[in-house]
């Protein structure tokens, strides 16, 4: 028996070696695929249950729309003060989320304008970033109880919006800083030099050099500040004070009433659909035609 | 107006630049030693030195993109810009690594230094058409920085620092990322738009060779300090001392004593040798004192055998012969003498080695000099 093995051989190899070569690549690929599924399937799941007649079953079909309908339509007749089936009503956690996440990203944004450039240069940045990303390690429930306790017992914030917008900040923060630092660290310093050699006043370079190409970080910056504030739960907790964030208050309804459950299956489809849009919309915004900024110098 | 407005050759040679006794630290490291230098108008000024010498500092200085720790002043054309920041100096510079823009187009890096000015788009335009035909590449206006090659991208820099029409132009290794047949083309083109600007270039190189061809004048520096200035020619065949023989590529260098010095003529002590050339190390030293004898490799001829005593105006070593390096346009011969290894350069390639049992130069075309520079 031949052990060629190159592309001329004209002999295949047995069935045993084929598989002994093909195992590697075969055990990945069905690992792989099974990852997916379990990550895949519950959200697909919940999506079609949100179209079925009687999603408490746990079986799809019997399709219909009622859910949704009662998801928009709950909240508004009780606004005008009329009964409805369903206690449902989630426009104003809805607004205060979107509100959260806006303030959020701004925050982020600023925030990371200002550390992000700065950072790769400075002499010890490797205890700064520890320190900046040290909140990605502690789990949120952790870190929640630690905001309440110093904002109500040592600082005395009041809680309520702002103690919110403060807790999401914090939870934020490291995630965006991250995403400007990828742009950031690789940003050409020596760009700045020159410009400022062909006469750019330090506002110039700031607006015509060093915003354009931190522009990717700068988005991401702020889209994961949106998401991850419109997302977040455990700070939410402790910082809700009588406020119901849009996740806290479909996690108290999944608990609550059975009725409403169909309902909550409605909201999560529609959370998971934006959120995916805006996902995408990030990134084209990030690095749709950001091909021209990658030129190596 | 147009940018070669002021056609070379200028009459006016009026200081351009002055830099009086600057020095700057980073850290604890000198990087520029208390330097002054000047530069006439259109002149072509050479900063040499190798790797942490301090040039490109000095080039920084002049800048402004660098704050000397310590200067006595610094004036271009007349105006003191000590405190003046970079983006009010009337110079610009082209790096060795391009530093285009890489969000702009060719057009609008060109146009920028304008833009930040000011300048109407139109009259943008116009003029950062008239550089890129000043740099031989009138088509790429709307080109992207990355569709463009590495000689390509340093010529739109080059545009991009002459359009705003600076009275100095710096340039930083402007050639060193190119490779050699780009580099030699680059340098004809440097040359010619320095003809046709009449702007004072100041070239930062570590290349003795590109220095020679390029400038009018050379500074050679060594740890922050200046070793030597001048024409090419009095660096190349004039050596201050023995590192700027070295630097500039001498291959042969003998240490010896120095007997006496009469007018141009030094004759030395080597090993059992009695030797003379050219003394060029400035004012000169008692007798006794180590020098350094340095003779190029194109100088060193081959003797038959036999050689005979010490003749008027030539030097005369016995050797037996070395290893031969074969270089293409000719052949290095490495030759052991009583002194050391010497290198000869042979163009004639049937010339007969076989027969020969001496080597010889013309005191005229050997230089006796310093063994260091004065401190250094």
Redesign the interface.
């Known amino acids: 028996m031949t052990m060629e093995n190159t592309s001329q051989a004209r002999f295949r190899l047995p069935f045993w070696r084929r598989l002994m070569d093909w195992a590697p690549t075969g055990t990945g690929i069905i690992f792989g695929y099974s990852v997916l599924f379990i990550l895949y399937f519950p959200i697909v799941m919940l999506m079609l249950l949100s179209f079925s007649g009687d999603p408490l079953t746990g079986i799809p079909g019997d399709w219909t729309i009622t859910w949704y309908e009662d998801v928009i339509f709950a909240d508004i007749a009780q606004r005008d003060g009329e009964a409805y089936g369903s206690n449902f009503r989630v426009g104003d956690p809805l607004l205060l989320s979107i509100m959260l996440a806006c303030i959020t990203a701004v925050a982020c944004v600023i925030a990371v304008l200002i550390v992000g450039p700065i950072l790769p240069r400075i002499k010890w940045r490797g205890p700064f970033l520890v320190g900046f990303l040290m909140p990605l390690m502690i789990p949120g429930i952790i870190g929640g109880v630690g905001l309440f306790m110093w904002y109500r017992l040592v600082i005395d914030v009041k809680m309520g919006i702002w103690s919110l917008v403060l807790a999401h900040f914090v939870w934020a923060f490291p995630f965006a800083l991250l995403a400007m630092l990828v742009v950031a660290s690789r940003f050409?310093i020596?760009?700045m030099?020159?410009?400022?050699?062909?006469?750019?006043?330090p506002w110039?370079r700031f607006w015509?050099?060093e915003m354009?190409?931190l522009k990717p970080g700068i988005y991401a910056a702020g889209f994961f500040g949106f998401l991850l504030s419109f997302n977040e739960l455990p700070f939410s907790i402790f910082m809700r004070a009588g406020q119901d964030t849009l996740p806290l208050y479909l996690w108290i309804q999944s608990g609550a009433h059975n009725t409403t459950v169909p309902l909550i299956y409605a909201m999560s489809t529609i959370i998971t659909v934006g959120s995916i849009g805006l996902t995408f919309l990030a990134i084209k915004l990030a690095f749709g035609g950001g091909q021209?900024?990658?030129?190596r110098? | 107006m147009t940018l070669d407005s002021n056609t070379a050759p200028s009459t006016d040679h009026s200081e351009v630049l002055s830099i009086q006794h600057a020095t700057h630290q980073f850290g604890s490291l000198v990087a520029v030693d208390d330097v002054s230098i000047t530069a006439r108008r259109g002149e072509f000024l050479t900063l040499l030195g190798e790797s942490g010498s301090g040039k490109t500092t000095l080039l920084r200085l002049i800048a402004g993109l660098e704050r000397p720790t310590r200067i006595g002043g610094i004036s271009i054309e007349g105006r003191d810009v000590t405190l003046v920041p970079a983006s009010r100096r009337n110079c610009t510079t082209v790096f060795q690594h391009y530093a285009l823009f890489p969000h702009m187009s060719v057009g609008q890096n060109i146009e920028y230094g304008l833009r930040v000015r000011g300048v109407s788009i139109s009259e943008r335009r116009e003029r950062a058409m008239e550089a890129l035909n000043l740099v031989r590449l009138p088509d790429k206006y709307d080109r992207r920085v990355h569709q463009l090659s590495g000689g390509e991208r340093q010529r739109i820099s080059l545009a991009r620092a002459l359009v705003t029409r600076p009275a100095i132009l710096l340039l930083d290794e402007p050639l060193g990322a190119l490779d050699e047949k780009l580099r030699v083309e680059m340098q004809v083109e440097l040359l010619d738009l320095h003809q046709k600007l009449g702007i004072t270039f100041i070239y930062v190189t570590h290349s003795q060779e590109e220095a020679l061809t390029m400038s009018d004048r050379i500074i050679l520096m060594r740890r922050g300090k200046i070793v030597q200035e001048g024409p090419p020619t009095d660096l190349f065949d004039r050596p201050g001392n023995r590192f700027v023989a070295d630097f500039m590529g001498v291959e042969n260098l003998l240490a010896g004593t120095l007997e006496a010095v009469t007018g141009e003529r030094a004759s030395v002590r080597v090993g059992d040798y009695r030797m003379s050339g050219i003394w060029s190390g400035g004012e000169a030293p008692a007798a006794g004192t180590q020098v350094c004898l340095a003779v190029r490799a194109e100088r060193v001829r081959l003797g038959k055998a036999g050689g005979g005593g010490p003749e008027d105006g030539v030097n005369r070593l016995p050797c037996k012969s070395g290893i031969t390096i074969y270089k293409g346009k000719y052949i290095d011969r490495t030759l052991d003498t009583d002194v050391g290894p010497l290198t000869a350069r042979i163009w004639d390639r049937d010339a007969d080695l076989a027969e020969f049992a001496s080597v010889w130069w013309r005191a005229d075309d050997c230089a006796v000099t310093r063994m260091a520079g004065e401190g250094g």
Not at chain 1, 193 to 201: H, I, P, T, V, Y
Request: proline share 5%.
């Open positions: 050409d020596r760009l030099e020159a410009a400022k050699d062909l006469g750019a006043k110039q015509q050099i354009p190409l021209k900024n990658d030129v110098q």
